[in-house]
């Protein structure tokens, strides 16, 4: 399939696509006339691509993490599930130092905000 019915398939651009090929992310073949020529796999690769971005993980972080995808479901090893649990618990540690800095400024702005006392 050419770039564009990746494109058409996983509703991602094709300039995104272009640069997960860049970062070795998705593959293809060249037709002899110079087209990129990607497998039907690729269309659910690209799927798990963006589920990965969208749940903050970056580029490099996905490109070790793929090549586990690539072995049949039941050679697979734990180092994707080891990897998304450390993602979450890193999530949660992040929200938990979000709420603080929430606390603090709600607080500044109580005490900012309060009538003075005589």
């Known amino acids: ?13 094709t300039r995104s696509l272009r640069y997960y ?12 006339g110079g087209w990129r020529d990607f497998d039907e796999s690729m269309v659910e690769r690209v799927v ?4 990965l971005f969208a ?3 970056g580029s490099a972080v996905i490109g070790e993490q793929l090549p586990c995808l ?4 039941e ?6 599930e080891t990897l998304l649990a450390q993602e979450v618990q890193r999530l949660e540690a992040k929200r938990r130092e979000i709420d ?3 606390d603090v400024l709600q607080g500044l ?3 900012v905000t309060a009538p003075a006392q005589p």
């Open 109 to 111: 702005r109580r005490d």
């Open 1 to 13: 399939m050419r770039i564009g019915e990746l494109a058409e398939a996983t509703g991602v651009s």
């Open 70 to 73: 690539d072995a049949p479901p």
């Open 75 to 80: 050679e697979r090893t734990g180092v994707l």
């Open 100 to 102: 603080r800095e929430l």
């Open 48 to 51: 798990m691509i963006q589920h």
């Open 21 to 32: 090929e860049e970062q070795d992310l998705i593959r293809s073949n060249r037709t002899p």
């Open 55 to 57: 749940a903050g993980l």
